[in-house]
C-alpha cells in the first residue's frame, strides 16, 4: 500500500512493489512519491534505531530526528547498482549521524561521551545469545503515551528486579559499566580483574533476561 501510487503511476499491469533501491533512484531524480514511499518504508527503522542510544540532556524524538537527518543523508548520497543494498547503506548513515550527534553533544556538556559503544558491544568476546545489554535493557523513550505508561512499568519493574536480584558487586559493576567505563576501569574500581568484571556482566545479562521474559516481553 505504501507504494501504490508510485506503482500505479509507472505500470500498466498490476502494481508491483517497487524495491528500495529502485525508489531511491526515482526519488533522487525528483518524484515525490518515490521519496514519501522510502521515507514511509524506513520510518520504523529510524525510531527502533534511534531508540537504542542515549543523547545527555535530550530524548527520543531528538535522536529520530538525527536519524531522519541520516536517512535523507542516505538517500541523496546512495548510487543506484551498487553492490550494497540501500537498507545496508541507510543503516550505516543513521548510524553515523546518531553518533555525531551523541559526540556533540557530550562536548557541549562537557560530560563523557555516553555509553554508544560499550553499552551497545557484547559484555564478553563470545556472546551467549547474540544480544547485547542495550538489546535487553529496555530504553523507557517513546513518544506514544500508552508505550510510555508500558515503558515506566516496565523500568520500574527491572529496575525492582535489579535491586532484588544484583549482588553488590553486580550492582557497582553495572554502575560504572553504564557510566561508559572501559573494563579496566571497572577492574580497578572495584578491586578485582577484568575476568571478574566479564562474569559480573554476564550474570547482570542472564537476569536480567529472565526477568523480561517471564514477564513476556518482546525482546
Known sequence: MESAAFARRTQDKPPIEPSDEELVAHAKAGDP????????????????????????GGDGDDLIQEGNIGLYKAIRDYEYGRSTTFRSFAELCVTRQIITAIKTASRQKHVPLN???????????ADFDN???ADIIPSGRTSDPVQQVISSEECASLTDCLLRLLSPLES??????????????????????????????QRIKRKVTLHLESRRVVL
Open 172 to 201: 557497582r559493576v553495572l554502575k560504572y559499566y553504564l557510566e561508559g567505563n572501559s573494563y579496566e576501569a571497572i577492574a580497578a574500581e572495584i578491586g578485582h580483574d577484568t575476568k571478574t568484571v566479564d562474569n559480573a556482566l
Open 131 to 133: 544480544r547485547t545489554l
Open 115 to 125: 555509553t554508544y559503544v560499550s553499552f551497545s558491544h557484547s559484555p564478553s568476546g
Open 33 to 56: 512519491d518515490a521519496l514519501r514511499c522510502i521515507w514511509t518504508r524506513y520510518r520504523q527503522f529510524v525510531r527502533l534505531k534511534a531508540n537504542s542510544y542515549f543523547l545527555a
